[in-house]
């Protein structure tokens, strides 16, 4: 995938992610971005070690181990914040 593809695929995963997750989050469109990018990487890290799969590109599996990574980070960045 092409750097336009990342981005792409990491806006509308962080999107997501943060639609499943809402709150009050510092960080606007950029943040978004990078949320569903490293949540791609963390999804496909985690799905490769499970025997899942892994981020290939855009299938729907990939696009699930991407929100499931974002929401991941999401969650633990809430979890430090918090505390």
């Known amino acids: 995938m092409?750097?336009?593809?990342?981005?792409?695929?990491g806006l509308l995963v962080g999107v997501v992610a943060k639609l499943i997750m809402p709150g009050k989050d510092p960080g606007g469109f950029i943040i978004t971005i990078l949320l569903g990018i490293a949540g791609a990487f963390v999804g496909g890290f985690i799905g490769t070690q499970l025997g899942i799969g892994s981020f290939t590109g855009w299938n729907w599996t990939s696009f699930f181990l991407a929100v499931g990574?974002?929401?991941i980070i999401l969650a633990v960045y809430r979890f430090i914040r918090k505390n």
Do not use: E, N, V
């Open 2 to 9: 092409g750097i336009l593809s990342w981005i792409a695929m």
């Open 69 to 71: 990574g974002a929401i």
